[in-house]
C-alpha cells in the first residue's frame, strides 16, 4: 500500500485535464433594457445604497397605502371581538362600532 504526501493528495490538477469552464461576460450597462421590469428595478437597486434606501422606502409607502384600508376595519372588527366576547357574530360587531 502505498500512502501519498499531503501536497501530493491535495493538489490542483493540471489546466489540461479540468474541464473547460466558460466565463460569463461581464454584465453592460444596457443589458438591463432588454429585460423585464423586475430586473430593470434590481439594476437601479444596485447602483447605490440610496436608491436602495429610497426604493424600500417607496414599496412600504405603497403597501401602507394599499394595505391600510382593507387591514384596519378587519383588525377592529378582530380586536372589537376579543373585547367583547358575549357578541356571537361579525354583523352584529360592525353594527356596534360603525352604528
Not at 423585464?36 to 429610497?54: E, T
Request: proline share 7%; net charge positive; hydrophobic share 30%.
Amino acid at each position: 500500500m502505498t500512502s501519498k504526501t499531503m501536497s501530493e493528495s491535495s493538489s490542483v490538477p493540471s489546466s489540461s485535464t479540468t474541464p473547460l469552464q466558460l466565463k460569463a461576460s461581464p454584465p453592460h450597462a444596457n443589458d438591463y433594457k432588454k429585460g423585464s421590469f423586475a430586473d430593470k428595478v434590481r439594476h437601479r437597486l444596485s447602483q447605490s445604497s440610496l436608491s436602495l434606501y429610497i426604493g424600500s422606502s417607496m414599496a412600504g409607502m405603497v403597501r401602507t397605502v394599499l394595505g391600510f384600508p382593507i387591514e384596519h376595519p378587519i383588525d377592529s372588527i378582530k380586536t372589537q371581538w376579543q373585547a367583547k366576547p358575549y357578541i356571537k357574530n361579525e354583523l352584529e360587531i360592525v353594527r356596534h362600532i360603525y352604528g
